[in-house]
Structures are given as structure tokens and as C-alpha cells.
């Protein structure tokens, strides 16, 4: 399986000079579901880019299973981590909706039969099942970026990396996603994904990250992150926790509160 490890990375754009990532230690281990989350800027795709190899430490070393990903090609990283890009219009380049989610699985060298279906399945779990010979320019924003969440399900990788999956989505968007990130925790896949939405985060990730300023804040169960005590650490990187956990300080519940504990807990005060 596939173990990521992020060693005193710092990365400074060379165009810009801008300090993205100011020493990042970070471990994630096989199958966890860990959500990264900051204010714009904070150094969050930065962060992502690494781990595929796309962008290469200035400083530290990204270990992949324990192997320095320096070492290894892009392509060769491309099989064990896929990164879905935030801005969908930077990945899709193919004429239909089928072809894109076979590019990744056509480089792989798998064969016609293996890629079909890889491709069918992927395209059912975002919902674009009907579209295989559409245009992805005519799918619109949120599909668009679904179909680049398909991209990167099809080609099996141990470790998925979402860069805002949820941004744009509506809720029914924000289901399948969370039903993805579920999917591929049932499978022993890794899913780091960075997200806005901190109700979506709260519900489907086991940790959250939280960075500012390109460096790790708070790592921890999202009982932890959204806890009254991290609020105002949360706030210095523009995060307001999700609603339940407000609730739930207020009640006495804790951050991560059911619904069916909220509610008990207003009916014995009323009672
Ligand atoms: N390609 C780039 N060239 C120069 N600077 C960049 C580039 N991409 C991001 N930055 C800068 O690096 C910092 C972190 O950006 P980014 O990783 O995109 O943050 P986030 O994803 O958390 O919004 C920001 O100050 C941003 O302006
Ligand atoms: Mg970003």
C-alpha cells in the first residue's frame, strides 16, 4: 500500500518568490481519509501538487512508501497517486467525456476491455454515466469538474487527491462526492481532499489538516478541529466551524453532535 510522508517541505514559487509551503511535516497512512483545509493562499494545492510529483520540494522530501519521490518519474508516480486538479479547465483536454476518462487508463497500458470498464464505473460514480460522448465544454462548471473526479477514479490509484471537489457542486453534487470518498474508503484507498465546506468535511473525514500561511495549524479528528477550543484558531485562517459543532458547544454535545442527540437534548430542556 502506499504511505505518504512530507519531511520539512518548503516550496518557493521561483516566478513569484512567494513561500507556499514553510516546513511541512505530514504523515498519512493507508486508507486514511484526511481533509485539508485553510484560507485561499494558505499553501493547500501547493501542498497537493507535491504529492504526485507535479511540483517538487524547494526544500524537505516527499517520501512515497519511504522512497523519495525525487527518484521517481512523474508517470511512475501517476501510478500510485492521482491528483484531481481545482480548476477542472487546466485538466480536460479531449473531445468526449469517455476519451478524457481514458486517457489516464489508455497511459497505463491497460487493455480495451479492462479500460471500458474502469471507465463505465467511473463515470456512474459521478453521475456522467450518459454522457460518454458528450463534449466536456458542453457539461457545464460542476459536471466538468465531476468528470475530472471521474478522470482520476478510473486509473485505480492507491492514493486520490481531490483539490476542491466540492466548490461549485450542488447538494446533490456534495452527495456523490461524499459517497466517492466512502467508496474508496471501503476499498483501502487513501483520499486526501481539500474542501471549503465544513459540514461535508466533518462528515466524511476521519482527520482534518488546517494550514495557514503554509504551514500545519491543527491536525486532528474533526471532534478536535472543531471543538470550542479551536475556534479561534480556526478563525486566524478564516474557518468558521460547521454549524453542528456550534450547536453542539452550545448544547453540550460536544463538536460532532447526531441530529438525534440535538434533538434530545432540546426536548429535555423544553420538557
Ligand atoms: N503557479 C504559481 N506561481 C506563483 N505563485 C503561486 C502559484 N500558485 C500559487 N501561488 C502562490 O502560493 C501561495 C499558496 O497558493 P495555493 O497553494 O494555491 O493556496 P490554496 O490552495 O490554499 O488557496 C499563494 O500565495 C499563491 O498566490
Ligand atoms: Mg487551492
Same mark, same amino acid.
Given at each position: 500500500m502506499t504511505e505518504l510522508r512530507l519531511e520539512g517541505l518548503v516550496h518557493v514559487y521561483?516566478?513569484?518568490?512567494?513561500?507556499?509551503?514553510?516546513g511541512i511535516d505530514l504523515r498519512i497512512d493507508t486508507g486514511e481519509r484526511v481533509a485539508l483545509i485553510g %484560507?485561499?493562499?494558505?499553501?493547500k494545492s501547493t501542498l497537493a501538487r507535491h504529492l504526485n510529483g507535479l511540483l517538487r520540494p524547494t526544500e524537505g522530501l516527499v517520501l512515497v512508501d519511504g522512497q523519495?519521490?525525487?527518484?521517481?518519474?512523474v508517470a511512475s508516480l501517476a501510478g500510485d497517486v492521482a491528483v484531481c486538479f481545482q480548476d477542472p479547465d487546466r485538466q480536460v483536454f479531449s473531445g468526449t467525456v469517455a476519451a478524457e476518462v481514458d486517457f489516464g487508463p489508455r497511459n497505463l497500458g491497460w487493455s480495451a476491455d479492462v479500460r471500458r470498464t474502469a471507465v463505465a464505473t467511473a463515470l456512474d460514480a459521478v453521475g456522467l454515466a450518459g454522457d460518454q460522448r458528450t463534449n466536456p465544454y458542453d457539461l457545464g462548471d460542476s459536471r466538468r469538474k465531476l468528470l475530472t473526479i471521474a478522470s482520476v477514479l478510473a486509473m485505480g490509484t492507491p492514493v486520490v487527491v481531490l483539490d476542491e471537489?466540492?466548490?461549485? %457542486?450542488?447538494a446533490r453534487g456534495v452527495a456523490r462526492i461524499g459517497a466517492i470518498v466512502r467508496q474508496l474508503a471501503a476499498e483501502g484507498r487513501t483520499v486526501v481532499a481539500i474542501s471549503h465546506d465544513m459540514t461535508f468535511v466533518a462528515e466524511h473525514f476521519a482527520r482534518v489538516v488546517v494550514m495557514r500561511a503554509g504551514r500545519i495549524i491543527l491536525d486532528g479528528s474533526p471532534a478536535d478541529v472543531f471543538a470550542e477550543a479551536a475556534w479561534p484558531i480556526l478563525a486566524s485562517t478564516f474557518l468558521e466551524p460547521p454549524l453542528a459543532a456550534v450547536v453542539g458547544a452550545r448544547l453540550d454535545l460536544g463538536s460532532t453532535p447526531t441530529p438525534d442527540a440535538v434533538v434530545a437534548a432540546l426536548r429535555a430542556r423544553t420538557a
Open positions: 521561483p516566478d513569484s518568490g512567494v513561500r507556499a509551503l514553510d %484560507q485561499n493562499g494558505s499553501g523519495d519521490a525525487r527518484e521517481r518519474t471537489p466540492t466548490t461549485g %457542486q450542488d
